[in-house]
């Protein structure tokens, strides 16, 4: 089985049952060199760990096109998530958005469309005339919708991204990289699972105007269930997709390739790639508790630690086996403990490297003992460090 090693006190204790029991040994797979990808710029990554795969060029900034349109669909997803709009809000089509050039859902100006129907023209038919009605309604104004875009960007770590619209139309200082892009994906697919769907539909018809979802990968791939597509010329042909296979998800993005079929025709490389040679494991539930600890001076004497938020590990296929988990615990800890203090970290190897390392925090709170169990705690600690 595999195991558990805690530091503490400079102590090395096993614990033979805090994570599941790995098949037998067996020996990693040999993982070959990843294909060559034509693409400008590319990342293949798992949204649950966060592992890059592989990539080329992924810090490199590049107009996304339409891609920017998954910015804009989060943002919406976010107001109707914390309950500032809802899916049955009517919203009216102003001119402005009528006339956006580009693709298009086809709305009518002076009329008004639910938010729910907006949203599928903007995932599915990628309409730049939804999505300026959209952007309009959650902020005012297509300008005022752009910066919350930005800040939006900096909150989920899009260190290199800078929108100056809502649909992706060719504009100066519009930008974002296919690092930035995987993030944003992974926002979307975590952040909000209950309109993940979406992004699956093959065909929205609005306006009697039934359009087909760009994402061509949808019809070849059946584990592909998103994402978003782009192209100018600016930009060329550009892909965010994402596709789960035996509890394995990955996201793949692609920018710069030379046409819509080269653009499926890599992702589907990289995606194969993927999940050929990896696998995604979940190590850690939210809220597990890994081990019990000391705690001195306290109404308890043993404090439950663990993490807060599931933990993922991506590895080479038939590799499990030799993980290697150890936390370091704080050497003394001293009442009083809230929920949430950090006491340590655990750390997951493989054959050296580190996959994983997270800080493990404190469960419950444990308030200061009374004075006599203070002093006595205290006498105890001294003589244990004394002759340590």
Known sequence: ????????????????????????????????????????????MDPHSGRIIMESNSNERLPPASLTKMMTAYIV???????????DDMVPVSVNAWKTEGSRTFVREGTQVRVEELLKGVIIQSGNDASVA??????????AFTDIMNQQAQLLGMRDTRFANATGLPAADHFSTALDLAVLARAIINDYPENYGIYAQKHFTYN???QPNRNSLLWRDPSVDGLKTGHTDEAGYCLVA??????????G???GTSSNAARSQEMQKMLNYGFRYYESEKLFSAGQQLLESR??????????????????????????????SVVDVDTVIKAPVSIGDEVGRVRVTLNGEVYVDEPVLALQDIPEGGFLKRLWDAI?????????
């Open 380 to 388: 105890k600690l001294f003589f244990i460090q004394l002759f340590s």
């Open 1 to 44: 089985m595999a195991h558990i090693t805690v530091i503490r006190s400079f102590v090395t204790v096993l614990l033979l049952t805090l994570l599941p029991a790995w098949v037998s040994a067996a020996q990693s797979m040999l993982i070959p060199s990843p294909p060559q990808i034509g693409a400008s710029s590319y990342v293949l």
């Open 134 to 143: 959209l952007a309009e309604f959650v902020a005012g104004s297509e300008g």
């Open 295 to 324: 705690v001195w001076g306290g109404q308890a004497n043993e404090l439950a630690i663990g993490v807060k938020d599931e933990v993922f590990v991506t590895i080479p296929r038939g590799s499990k086996a030799s993980l290697e």
């Open 253 to 255: 993005v692609v920018m």
């Open 77 to 87: 997803e976010r107001e109707l998530a914390e309950g500032r709009i809802g899916m």
């Open 208 to 210: 009697n105007i039934r």
């Open 242 to 251: 994402s596709a789960l296979r035996n509890d394995t998800r990955l996201i």
